[in-house]
């Protein structure tokens, strides 16, 4: 299979390439050449697959033969560890809690596929691969921990001092091994900064085989397209129009759920749901897009102006507005709605939503209320709400249990480096401390 560059149809690459490089030469983003339509039988059969045997089919179907069968099916069943279950919430309205994984977010799909792929690239050459990470949270975690321990790999993740939560720190400070954590006296800004400035260096680019694990990497985006066939299966029985509802940021979820769609997926409808960072709800309003600086809010993982994935969702309707809108509908929620959501599906329901999937629920709500059509609606909970303890707690004023897999976290010694933001201490650092 080949992938192409958003900014130009004719700059196609293997799928190596596509996820050594991450970001196009172009700056474009990476597309599959072809969306292959999976065969009817395959959706005939579907709910008698396991959750790992229906990726591999999936996965086979966007990426072909750049990786050999028995690879790819070691690296899709590394990945699917763990469950997605599909929870009934109220009649007709489900949630797909994708937080079942070591980290507890659903990044932790995109983030042990990318590992495993590029784990098996490393394979192919001496020289070993350091992915370099700037986060604000989730995406370290989810990244250190698909790449713990993965042969040929090297981790650096830069995160800001004081700025991410104890729980979501531990999760990237404590492991050790292939993955080191760099705690930078500055903001996410300034570790993104410091990020980018490394690919432009010659020093280190000539030193080191660099690459980035951000959401903008295809290889976090297809396993993002396996959840939605396993929640289909799950609700198969179920007839009515299916609609999924996912809680957005920089809209690599949705992106997973549209490739989906295009293999052949019946979806009656996506909904894009963000927080005040709505951008996206906007121009499915009004046709214009204008991204602007992000505002925060209590789903903070969602708290971002310039979603980079959007220029995927126009590739994929080949730009053309009214497409798009027929297939999306987009809402926006404020903070205040996403708190009383959470605390009324809680009492009503006895159901605990993070601030995140609160927001994908009140998407459909939303969107059922004004349509009224007789619908099977999904969101997604994109997050475990333990992870966002402070906030759930407040919101609900009362205490809430830690899992034991986070709680293992929060008892391991946390082990960082600390740094300025200051580039010429940080490309020291790489030279001479990796
Ligand atoms: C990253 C994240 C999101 C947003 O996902 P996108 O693919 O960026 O739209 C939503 N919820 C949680 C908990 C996240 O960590």
């Known amino acids: 299979m080949k992938f192409y560059s958003t900014n130009n149809r004719d700059l196609q690459v293997d799928l190596r390439t596509a996820v050594t490089q991450g970001l196009a030469p172009d700056n474009g983003l990476y597309m599959p050449a072809q969306i ?3 065969p009817e039988e395959f959706f005939q059969t579907i709910d008698q697959l396991s959750f790992q045997e229906m990726a591999f089919l999936v996965a086979q179907n966007l990426i072909g033969d750049d990786i050999p069968g028995l690879e790819l099916k070691r690296i899709v069943e590394h990945t699917i560890q ?7 919430i109220e009649q007709d309205l489900y949630a797909l809690e994708l937080f079942h ?16 792929l590029l784990g098996y690239f490393a394979q192919q050459q001496d020289q070993e691969i350091v992915i370099l990470v700037a986060t604000s949270g989730d995406t370290g975690s989810a990244v250190a921990n698909g790449f713990l321990g993965v042969k040929g790999t090297r981790v650096v993740v830069l995160y800001p001092s004081g700025k991410v939560s104890e729980i979501q720190e531990k999760q990237f400070t404590t492991l050790d091994h ?36 951000n959401s903008i990497n295809i290889a976090r985006l297809i396993p993002q397209s396996f959840y939605y066939f396993y929640a289909y299966a799950q609700l198969k ?18 992106t997973g759920g549209l490739l989906a769609w295009r293999m052949g997926l019946p979806v009656h409808k996506f909904i894009a749901a963000t927080n005040s960072n709505d951008v996206v709800p906007q121009y499915l309003e009004s046709g214009l897009f204008s991204p602007r600086p992000s505002r925060q809010t209590i789903s903070n993982a969602m708290d971002v102006g310039n979603p980079s994935n959007f220029v995927r969702i ?45 927001i994908g629920y009140l998407g459909l709500k939303e969107y059922v209320s004004e349509r009224n059509e007789q619908v099977t609606g999904v969101f997604l ?26 709680e293992k976290f929060l008892l391991l010694e946390k082990k960082t480096i600390k740094t300025t933001a200051e580039f010429s201490v940080f490309k020291d650092f790489l030279l001479k401390g990796l």
């Open 101 to 116: 994984g070591p980290t507890m977010a659903f990044k932790d799909f995109g983030a042990r596929f990318m590992s495993q």
């Open 178 to 213: 292939n993955i080191t954590a760099l705690e930078v006296d500055g903001t996410f800004d300034d570790c993104q900064r410091l990020v980018k400035e490394a690919f432009l260096d010659k020093d280190l680019r000539s030193k080191f085989f660099l690459t980035s694990a």
């Open 381 to 406: 909970e994109t997050a475990h709400p333990a992870k966002f303890k402070d906030v759930v707690e407040e919101t609900l004023h009362s205490a809430i249990e830690i899992p034991s897999a986070l």
């Open 237 to 254: 029985s179920q007839k009515k129009p299916l609609v999924f509802s996912i809680p957005s940021g920089n809209f690599g979820n949705l």
């Open 82 to 88: 763990f469950d997605a279950p599909v929870v009934k």
């Open 314 to 358: 126009l590739d994929l309707f080949d730009g053309n507005y009214a497409a798009l809108s027929r297939e999306i509908s987009g809402y926006a929620f404020t903070d205040e709605q996403t708190g009383n959501a959470m605390r009324q599906v809680y009492a009503k329901d006895k159901y605990l939503m993070d601030p995140h999937g609160a």
């Open 36 to 38: 292959p339509v999976l």
